[in-house]
């Protein structure tokens, strides 16, 4: 049988979302690739002359493949590459005790992020002594294990995070807040260990291009302005005595307020609680996380009122093993219910078992691939993306290339 | 017969080498301003990693260290307790959530010497020392 390739059709890459989505991915990764690379070369950025401005960077590229129902809003059921992830960052130490600095940070997740660069954090740190310091401006939110850092691909083995704690279509909500935090280490002696605290409040805000604005959009509440309200927590990390093994808790009250030309949202102040450990051992990495998400909030639309409830309940388990210097596996499972709704459709709970492989080339550059075998579709799914309906069960595979410095 | 003994002793050169290796220590070393003259490995682990910004003295400390190479390895695999992939993971963390910033890394040894030297508080590790650089040996204590 003889397949004739069909003929290069300018309109037909303009009017393909997924080939202009294709195209534009790479397009952004490489242009980043590139910009970073320049960067490097130069070699006066990396921090190695007697200034103590530092600058550094990182960019990753994203592919998605799922069996039947598409993920995180791509058409992930044809394979999607609209997924690229970047991020650079300078700063500078301008005493013993302050520093100040700040990160930029775009991305395109399916129809998530785009090409608009926010500020990830911007902050002035002041560390009085090693048992207290100030942290102001906007800053990353410290929330269970990987809060604020589930942005940096780099330092993770696996590609997406247990998306029942760390919800990466939901990011924006939780990821980083303008306010202050106060923050220090209390040694309790050799047989104590150590006492990590950080408390913090301020003002956090839902991003236009978040997963949340997409679940209000595709009922008919679309937003023009970002959501926000006042958040305040604390998280509290005990570095046991047992070497590796760190037991932690983290509380977060968030408020939010919104108004869209068809309606409104409003959550009262709801608290959500995070409780995990993790434990290092050479080769080995373990850890597990416990978390409660409740929203109760009200809707509005037109003269319509009526209540969204939901009670996210999760957890997960994850262990990890170098197996060589450059590479990695492991694997984890993650459960997630909605305990507001009837628990046993598939739409109010999710599982999800992952096996995960990192590669790493060099100090800068690495590759990853994960299987996802999911359970439900309470996490990641849109109806405008699922116009035809979602399978209860669906298998996915991701592949992440990246660079950092 | 020849080729056999030949493979032996190739085999007992490669182990002595390996061991050498492994057991490779190195030389802790910090500025002559630094009024300690021993260091806990539990606070050398916590001023490496970035928890403790001082010495046991009140005094600020600057950790370095060398961007890879035998003596790095060692160093942290022996006083900071991790291997190091784990140790930049560590630190690329702190870096990217604006929590902190990575400790200045040196291509060479002579460099390293010579920042230490000119930088007061800076402490850091070579495989060996001369007598004309112009920093001070700490020991560590466990």
Known sequence: MIVEAPAYDSDHLRDNPKLKGFSRCLCLFIFLLILICICTCKGSLYAQDSSAIVVHAYVSQGFLYSSTNNYLSMKSSDGSPQWTDAAVNISDSLSDNLRVGMQLHMYQLGEFGGSNVQVDWASGDYRVNDHFGIRAGKVKTVWGLFNDSQDIDAVFLWILLPQGSYSIDHKSFYLAHIGGDVYGGLFLGKRGGTLHYDGYAGQATVDLNDGYIKQFADIGLVFTNSLGGKTYGGDLRWETPVRGLTIGSSANMQAVDGTAPTGSVHLPESFAPSMYASFTKGKVYLAGEYDRIPINATVTIGTAVFPLVVDGRSWFAMGSYQLRKNFQVGSYYSHYVNKAADTTQPANHSNDWVVSARYDLNAYFYAKIESHFLHGTALGYYTSSNPNGLSPDSRMLAAKIGFTF | ?142
């Open chain 2, 1 to 142: 017969m020849r080729t056999a003994r030949c493979l032996i002793l190739l085999l007992f050169v490669s182990l002595g080498s390996w061991s050498m290796a492994r057991a490779q220590n190195v030389v802790l070393v910090a500025n002559e301003g630094v009024r300690i003259t021993e260091i806990s490995n539990a606070d050398l682990r916590a001023i490496f990693m970035g928890t403790k910004t001082r010495f046991s003295d009140g005094s600020h400390a600057v950790p370095v260290t060398l961007k890879g190479g035998p003596a790095h390895e060692v160093f942290l695999r022996n006083y900071v307790g991790e291997a190091p992939e784990e140790f930049r993971s560590q630190w690329r963390k702190v870096v990217f959530t604006g929590q902190g910033a990575m400790p200045k890394a040196f291509d060479s040894e002579s460099a390293l010497i010579d920042y230490v030297a000119a930088t007061p508080g800076a402490v850091g590790y070579v495989s060996r020392i001369s007598p004309k650089n112009r920093v001070k040996l700490l020991a560590a204590v466990k």
